[in-house]
């Protein structure tokens, strides 16, 4: 169930791409409806931002069989409703570990302006499924009546742009106070019009949902902005639908935290972390 009255066909139209190698990656985007805040119409959502930068990470040639493990998104100030460019470069090579980098810029009055940058630890993989443990239980499939209220369990306020083009199973109410919340989320389009296999980057564009999910302040009197998005990830996600269970940390000092277990279908596959900003409405 979307507010969206079509599916998006992605969040970014490619518009523009230099050339790869080892130089690195530069491509240009223009933000579709999928990307909007629900904070305002004149901006851009975190987690469209994050994926797009996660995927010129990902697009970086590398030395052998890989995945990013961890990625840390840094947002630097509004990214408006208007084309981004970004570049990723490897910022420290090597065959079993490497760091990368990646840099949002738009165009204004005084030219380019950086607003968002993002890293990421690379590491080179191996069959490991005979030592397979995971500290965190699975949560049971959305079920036929969570997907049916769908979107419903959202805030009315938050139904539109990036958070009101994905499916959702809102399982316990979001700004609850008494543990954590749980919802599947899907984006059953791409990130890029035309991409396959992009499930990484799905994930990273939900997962900055988790300070919504896991929020205990009521939007109408509260908002609550995450300054970046640090995602572990422990095994590769797969699948259109991901999980999250979610509780916001608030502190005294208009400052909080909030912490998420990320899921696919199958089983967890690792930990979402977003420093907040708190203000009163």
Same mark, same amino acid.
């Given at each position: 169930?979307? *507010? !969206?009255?079509?599916?998006?066909?992605?969040?970014?139209?490619?518009?523009?791409?230099?050339?790869?190698?080892?130089?690195?990656?530069?491509?240009?985007?223009?933000?579709? +409806?999928?990307?909007? +805040?629900?904070? +305002?119409?004149?901006?851009?959502?975190?987690?469209?931002?994050?994926?797009?930068?996660?995927?010129?990470?990902?697009?970086?040639?590398?030395?052998?069989?890989?995945?990013?493990?961890? *990625?840390?998104? !840094?947002?630097?100030?509004?990214? &408006?409703?208007?084309?981004?460019?970004?570049?990723?470069?490897?910022?420290?090579?090597?065959?079993?570990?490497?760091?990368?980098?990646?840099?949002?810029?738009?165009?204004?009055?005084?030219?380019?302006?950086?607003?968002?940058?993002?890293?990421?630890?690379?590491?080179?993989?191996?069959?490991?499924?005979?030592?397979?443990? *995971?500290?965190?239980?699975?949560?049971?499939?959305?079920?036929?009546?969570?997907?049916?209220?769908?979107?419903?369990?959202?805030?009315?306020? $938050?139904?539109?742009?990036?958070?009101?083009?994905?499916? $959702?199973?809102?399982?316990?109410?979001?700004?609850?106070?008494?543990?954590?919340?749980?919802?599947?989320?899907?984006?059953?389009?791409?990130?890029?019009?035309?991409?396959?296999?992009? !499930?990484?980057?799905?994930?990273?564009?939900?997962?900055?949902?988790?300070?919504?999910?896991?929020?205990?302040?009521?939007? &109408?009197?509260?908002?609550?902005?995450?300054?970046?998005? *640090?995602?572990?990830?422990?095994?590769?996600?797969?699948?259109?639908?991901?999980?999250?269970?979610?509780?916001?940390?608030?502190?005294?000092?208009?400052?909080?935290?909030?912490?998420?277990?990320?899921?696919?279908?199958?089983?967890?596959?690792?930990?979402?972390?977003?420093?907040?900003?708190? !203000?009163?409405?």
């Amino acid at each position: 169930m979307r *507010t !969206e009255p079509s599916p998006p066909t992605g969040c970014y139209r490619l518009v523009d791409r230099g050339p790869d190698g080892q130089d690195g990656v530069r491509e240009a985007f223009e933000p579709t +409806s999928a990307a909007g +805040s629900p904070w +305002s119409d004149d901006l851009q959502h975190g987690g469209p931002v994050g994926a797009v930068l996660t995927r010129a990470m990902r697009l970086l040639p590398q030395a052998a069989p890989g995945r990013i493990a961890r *990625t840390t998104v !840094e947002i630097l100030g509004p990214v &408006a409703m208007a084309p981004i460019e970004v570049t990723a470069s490897v910022a420290r090579p090597g065959r079993k570990i490497a760091l990368l980098s990646a840099v949002a810029s738009q165009r204004g009055p005084s030219g380019l302006r950086p607003v968002a940058q993002a890293s990421a630890w690379w590491l080179r993989t191996q069959d490991s499924s005979d030592v397979v443990h *995971t500290p965190d239980a699975q949560p049971p499939d959305p079920t036929p009546a969570e997907l049916d209220r769908g979107e419903l369990g959202v805030p009315a306020s $938050w139904r539109r742009g990036f958070v009101g083009s994905l499916e $959702w199973a809102v399982r316990t109410g979001i700004g609850r106070i008494d543990g954590p919340a749980m919802a599947w989320a899907s984006m059953p389009y791409p990130l890029v019009e035309g991409d396959t296999g992009d !499930e990484l980057e799905r994930t990273i564009a939900i997962a900055d949902a988790a300070s919504g999910v896991g929020s205990r302040l009521d939007p &109408a009197d509260w908002v609550f902005m995450n300054t970046e998005l *640090t995602i572990h990830l422990a095994d590769a996600p797969t699948g259109a639908w991901t999980g999250l269970v979610a509780e916001s940390w608030i502190g005294q000092d208009g400052v909080g935290l909030s912490q998420a277990v990320l899921h696919d279908l199958t089983r967890p596959v690792g930990r979402v972390a977003q420093t907040l900003l708190l !203000e009163r409405r």
